[in-house]
């Protein structure tokens, strides 16, 4: 087999093209976990602008306060990886973040991390005239009441310096069996279903 396609313009390619393309994509998409994992690192090497802590610590924080909630491995994956899009994407980072994860973990996991920006505004938006209560227009949405909890639980909270945070070390595991998984699989998506965030002795 060639060690490349044969075409310059994709609508000239073959199907031995494509067949060689599929086989030569699998040892990349198997490091996805590994280019997240070093965008994390990149995340922890300066302060988010003007907090107190990093990036880095903010997803660790959140996703330390998701797992002590009793959450399940597709939220504390979703809480480690919610502001992963920052780095590319400051403007709809939200959006961004929600697509990185959107093939590997349940449907309402990607949705919260989708919307989590609009809910979060509920904090702050007022001081800069804007409208906090923005997130009421998905009030009628399954998946609201989750994203209302995500953001008050583990994510507005999640700026304190002096908090237990567990490393990142900790949070690799779970990553990595998220990111091991047939990207899209029905059973892992389970559109349309909604979970609980946290277990029921923490509610």
């Avoid at 403007?91 to 349940?106: C, K, T």
């Avoid at 990553?175 to 609980?196: C, N, Q, W």
Wanted: glycine letters at 6%; hydrophobic letters at 40%; a negative charge.
């Amino acid at each position: 087999m060639s060690e490349t396609v044969s075409f310059t313009q994709m609508k000239h390619g073959t199907a031995e093209d494509y067949a060689l393309l599929e086989e030569r994509e699998k040892p990349y998409l198997a490091l996805t976990a590994d280019r997240i994992l070093d965008e994390l690192h990149r995340q922890g090497q300066s302060t988010l602008e003007g907090y107190r802590i990093t990036r880095l610590t903010h997803g660790l924080q959140a996703a330390t306060r998701a797992e002590r909630d009793g959450a399940d491995l597709d939220w504390v994956v979703g809480a480690l990886l919610h502001d992963i899009g920052d780095g590319l994407a400051p403007q709809n980072h939200d959006r961004f973040s929600a697509e990185v994860i959107r093939p590997f973990v349940r449907w309402d996991v990607a949705w919260v991390v989708e919307h989590h920006g609009i809910f979060q505004m509920l904090y702050y938006a007022h001081h800069y005239g804007w409208d906090r209560n923005a997130r009421d227009r998905f009030r009628d949405h399954p998946c609201f009441e989750s994203c209302a909890a995500f953001c008050e639980r583990w994510d507005q909270s999640s700026f304190d310096p002096d908090y237990d945070t567990l490393p990142l070390a900790h949070f690799e595991p779970m990553l990595r069996t998220v990111f091991a998984r047939k990207a899209y699989d029905p059973s892992v998506i389970r559109e349309g279903e909604v979970t609980a965030l946290v277990s029921a002795d923490k509610v």
